[in-house]
C-alpha cells in the first residue's frame, strides 16, 4: 500500500481529491493532507510518504517551491493545476515532478495518473531489486572463486591480496565479504583447507611430517604440529596412526 499526503489550502478541494483517490481503488492510502507545502514538509519529517498529490497555488509555500524541496527525496510529487496554471505546472518539470492533473480533477484522470505512478515505481524497483540480485550473485561467485582458488594452492603461499587481484576487488571489501557469506575468516579457510590437504597426505602417502609441513608451506614442523592438533585435537602421528578417523574439533 502507497502512502500518499494531499496538500491544498482549500479544505473542500482536499476533501475532493480525497474522494477520487479513494474511488480509484488502488492500492494507495491518503496519510495526512495539509494546508501548504511547508505542512507538508514538516508531516514529511515524521511520518513517511511515497507520494505528494499538491495544488500549485498557495500561500506560505507552494506546489513548486515545495517539488523542489523534495526533488533529491525518495517522495515523489503530482501537481494538481487550473488551465491557467498549466505553462506553471510544465515548468516543474525541472523538479521531478511525476505528473500534472487538471482542475477539476474526475475519479478516472486520477486513476490514470495513479496508475502510470504505480507501474513506473514498481518498474523502477523491480530493477533495482535485478540489480542488487546480480550484485549479490556476482558477490558469491567471486567468493566461490577465491575458495577454489585456495584449495587449488594449499601448496603454496596465499594472502588476502592475491585473492584480492584475481576476483578484482579491494582486499578489505574482499577479507569483509568473505566473512559475510562464509561465516569465517580468509585466513582461517587457507588454513583449514592446508589441514584438510595434511590429513590427506597423513593417511594416503608416507611422506614425513615434516615433509608434509614443508609441501604446504610450512618452514616451522613445531608450527605446524600446533595448527594441525588445534584443528583436529590429534598430533600429526596420532592422527596417522588411527587412520584418519579421529574425533576432531571442527572448524576453527
Given at each position: 500500500?502507497?502512502?500518499?499526503?494531499?496538500?491544498?489550502?482549500?479544505?473542500?478541494?482536499?476533501?475532493?481529491?480525497?474522494?477520487?483517490?479513494?474511488?480509484?481503488?488502488?492500492?494507495?492510502?491518503?496519510?495526512?493532507?495539509?494546508?501548504?507545502?511547508?505542512?507538508?514538509?514538516?508531516?514529511?519529517?515524521?511520518?513517511?510518504?511515497?507520494?505528494?498529490?499538491?495544488?500549485?497555488?498557495?500561500?506560505?509555500?507552494?506546489?513548486?517551491?515545495?517539488?523542489?524541496q523534495l526533488a533529491l527525496k525518495s517522495v515523489n510529487v503530482i501537481l494538481v493545476?487550473?488551465?491557467?496554471?498549466?505553462?506553471?505546472?510544465?515548468?516543474?518539470?525541472?523538479?521531478?515532478?511525476?505528473?500534472?492533473?487538471?482542475?477539476?480533477?474526475?475519479?478516472?484522470?486520477?486513476?490514470?495518473?495513479?496508475?502510470?505512478?504505480?507501474?513506473?515505481?514498481?518498474?523502477?524497483?523491480?530493477?533495482?531489486?535485478?540489480?542488487?540480485?546480480?550484485?549479490?550473485?556476482?558477490?558469491?561467485?567471486?567468493?566461490?572463486?577465491?575458495?577454489?582458488?585456495?584449495?587449488?594452492?594449499?601448496?603454496?603461499?596465499?594472502?588476502?591480496?592475491?585473492?584480492?587481484?584475481?576476483?578484482?576487488?579491494?582486499?578489505?571489501?574482499?577479507?569483509?565479504?568473505?566473512?559475510?557469506?562464509?561465516?569465517?575468516?580468509?585466513?582461517?579457510?587457507?588454513?583449514?583447507?592446508?589441514?584438510?590437504?595434511?590429513?590427506?597426505?597423513?593417511?594416503?602417502?608416507?611422506?614425513?611430517?615434516?615433509?608434509?609441513?614443508?609441501?604446504?608451506?610450512?618452514?616451522?614442523?613445531?608450527?605446524?604440529?600446533?595448527?594441525?592438533?588445534?584443528?583436529?585435537?590429534?598430533?600429526?602421528?596420532?592422527?596417522?596412526?588411527?587412520?584418519?578417523?579421529?574425533?576432531?574439533?571442527?572448524?576453527?
Open positions: 500500500m502507497y502512502k500518499i499526503i494531499l496538500v491544498d489550502d482549500e479544505k473542500w478541494v482536499r476533501v475532493v481529491l480525497r474522494k477520487a483517490v479513494e474511488q480509484t481503488k488502488l492500492p494507495v492510502a491518503i496519510m495526512q493532507e495539509c494546508g501548504n507545502g511547508l505542512e507538508a514538509l514538516d508531516a514529511l519529517q515524521h511520518h513517511q510518504a511515497d507520494l505528494v498529490i499538491s495544488d500549485i497555488k498557495m500561500p506560505v509555500m507552494d506546489g513548486i517551491g515545495l517539488a523542489e493545476s487550473g488551465y491557467d496554471d498549466f505553462q506553471l505546472a510544465q515548468k516543474a518539470i525541472r523538479h521531478g515532478v511525476k505528473d500534472f492533473l487538471l482542475k477539476p480533477v474526475e475519479t478516472e484522470a486520477m486513476a490514470d495518473c495513479l496508475r502510470r505512478w504505480i507501474q513506473e515505481r514498481e518498474s523502477r524497483e523491480e530493477a533495482l531489486r535485478t540489480d542488487i540480485s546480480v550484485i549479490n550473485s556476482d558477490e558469491l561467485s567471486a567468493i566461490a572463486r577465491v575458495q577454489q582458488f585456495v584449495m587449488a594452492n594449499v601448496h603454496k603461499e596465499i594472502s588476502l591480496t592475491d585473492a584480492a587481484t584475481l576476483v578484482h576487488l579491494n582486499p578489505s571489501y574482499l577479507s569483509q565479504l568473505f566473512k559475510q557469506q562464509t561465516g569465517g575468516k580468509f585466513v582461517d579457510f587457507v588454513i583449514e583447507m592446508r589441514m584438510d590437504e595434511a590429513k590427506r597426505l597423513l593417511v594416503k602417502t608416507s611422506l614425513r611430517v615434516s615433509e608434509i609441513a614443508e609441501r604446504l608451506g610450512y618452514a616451522d614442523i613445531s608450527y605446524f604440529s600446533t595448527t594441525f592438533k588445534k584443528i583436529t585435537t590429534y598430533s600429526p602421528l596420532e592422527y596417522r596412526k588411527s587412520g584418519g578417523m579421529p574425533k576432531e574439533k571442527g572448524h576453527m
